[in-house]
């Protein structure tokens, strides 16, 4: 997964959306203590960043070094490059030591690259008890217009081979995903949640971000070019100029406690 977005990780930084205010408020709202966050398969730190506004201290752990070089360094975040074959008893470490410590860990658009059955194993081992918790989100398509979104869709239909079988669980929300973990305080599921992200981005700045994408890359690695200059002529026209535009992804929120 890692090599995924190693060719391409500064666009990732640059380009890729963050999340709302609103979606760590109502996650800090189901911890008792925020005194340590483990946050995988940071990347770049987009949710990292946030969770250290929260949480007195942030591990951020991701496979790739090369994502976690554009990370934002910050004095209570530790970055920290965990690489897939690291064994558990070496990544526990890595994060805490001392087992069921950890208040929150969150996976940010990444949940579905991961072996589930190991790694909620080691979710259960360094989570808090009682009351740790768990919280995972994807975002899904964007949206910004009705021209822009009916060339996105259609690019997007052409990207299709080139997704791995995982993105599956992202265009069902994560509303499938293996989720053994029970309700948080004053919730009768465990999601999907759901929140909106918007970013004010210009035409280069949404192609860069289609550039960033697994698919993409695939696809290039292949010889396609799924961004050829008849696609990028119909985004232009569809976009309209060089100003700005308000892109809304929305984002789609599973969280749970520890069950005992």
């Excluded at 909106?196 to 981005?201: D, F, K, N």
Aim: negative net charge.
């Amino acid at each position: 997964m890692a090599d995924l977005f190693k060719k391409q990780a500064k666009k990732y930084s640059d380009n890729r959306p963050g999340y709302p205010g609103e979606l760590f408020r109502f996650i800090a709202s189901k911890t008792p203590k925020n005194d340590l966050a483990w946050d995988v398969g940071t990347g770049s730190g987009q949710a990292a960043v946030s969770l250290s506004k929260i949480y007195k201290n942030v591990i951020a752990t991701d496979a790739s070094e090369q994502q976690l070089k554009h990370a934002h360094e910050l004095p209570n975040v530790q970055y920290k490059h965990t690489p897939a074959t690291m064994s558990p008893a070496d990544l526990a470490r890595a994060v805490s030591s001392e087992p069921h410590a950890v208040d929150l860990v969150t996976v940010a658009q990444a949940l579905h690259w991961f072996d589930l059955p190991a790694f909620y194993a080691q979710v259960n081992h360094v989570l808090r008890r009682p009351g740790g918790v768990f919280a995972a989100w994807c975002y899904t398509l964007p949206l910004v217009d009705p021209p822009v979104d009916s060339v996105f869709n259609r690019y997007y239909a052409t990207s299709g081979p080139y997704w791995d079988a995982a993105r599956r669980l992202v265009e069902e929300e994560y509303r499938t995903v293996a989720f053994p973990f029970g309700p948080v305080e004053e919730e009768e599921h465990t999601g999907p949640f759901e929140f909106t992200s918007e970013v004010e981005m210009r035409l280069d700045g949404f192609l860069d971000y289609m550039r960033s994408s697994s698919a993409y890359q695939t696809a290039k690695d292949q010889g396609v070019e799924l961004l050829g200059e008849e696609v990028v002529a119909e985004f232009e026209a569809a976009w309209g100029g060089e100003g700005t535009k308000v892109v809304r992804f929305p984002v789609f929120l599973r969280i749970g406690r520890v069950v005992e």
